[in-house]
């Protein structure tokens, strides 16, 4: 079945506590994304990678950071969470830009303390 | 500069009735336009695209909307709603670069019996 699996669906944390969010895909995509989602803001992205070992910012890459070592799989990694980054994170994929229709992971709720 | 607005956070329809769920776009945007839903704790996924040709666009579950250039709008029409109908639906467009993908804020759409 084609998806995009993340870990933990769940995650509780306090601050400062370094945490990575796994993404991967089974699909072959060349581009994956990160987004938050907050009440009222509808979803904002974080990290976008065009492809392996190429990574750009989105629009609020403030304290995450990622990578692209492999096709398949896009950590997005919390070096020092803060309360500010409590919020619902999706990992997304599409065949090669974001004019592809973009596929979705179920999400991780994410609380910093 | 926002490239897509979605005008009312919250619609309350009944079951049967229109639902009409507006969005506008900048004119910056390149002309590719999408509408996502987000069903209760689960990821999005694509309701219907607008790419070039045909003004109205078909999508899953009976839902459309109609490609708008004098307007700059992309509204999401469904002739009548069904209890199923009830989500978060977000309107969506790419950077001019096709790079990244912004989303309005989102419509909560409620179906009441």
């Known amino acids: 079945e084609a998806q995009v699996t993340q870990n933990p669906r769940y995650l509780i944390t306090v601050t400062g506590k370094k945490l990575t969010v796994t993404c991967s895909q089974n699909?072959?995509?060349?581009?994956m994304s990160w987004y938050r989602q907050d009440p009222g803001l509808g979803l904002r992205q974080i990290y976008y990678?065009?492809?392996?070992?190429?990574?750009d910012k989105g629009d609020v890459p403030e304290g995450y950071k990622v990578s692209r070592k492999e096709k398949r799989n896009f950590p997005l990694i919390l070096e020092s969470p803060s309360p500010n980054q409590t919020s619902l994170y999706f990992c997304?994929?599409?065949?090669?830009?974001?004019?592809?229709?973009?596929?979705f992971g179920p999400g991780t709720r994410l609380t910093v303390t | 500069a926002q490239s897509v607005t979605q005008l009312g956070s919250h619609v309350s329809v009944s079951e049967g009735a229109l639902v009409l769920l507006r969005c506008n776009y900048s004119?910056?945007?390149?002309?590719?336009l999408f509408w996502y839903v987000q069903y209760p704790n689960q990821g999005l996924q694509l309701l219907l695209k607008?790419?070039?040709?045909?003004?109205l666009v078909k999508g899953i579950n009976g839902f459309e909307a109609e490609f708008k250039k004098s307007e700059t709008s992309f509204h999401l029409t469904k002739p009548s709603a069904h209890m199923s109908d009830a989500a978060e639906y977000f309107c969506?467009?790419?950077?001019?670069?096709?790079?990244?993908?912004?989303f309005g804020s989102g419509t909560q759409l409620t179906v009441l019996p």
């Open positions: 004119s910056s945007v390149p002309p590719y």
């Open positions: 990678s065009m492809n392996v070992e190429v990574t």
């Open positions: 969506a467009a790419p950077t001019g670069s096709a790079r990244q993908l912004t």
């Open positions: 997304a994929s599409s065949l090669s830009t974001s004019l592809n229709e973009q596929y």
């Open positions: 699909m072959n995509h060349e581009y």
């Open positions: 607008y790419t070039t040709g045909a003004t």
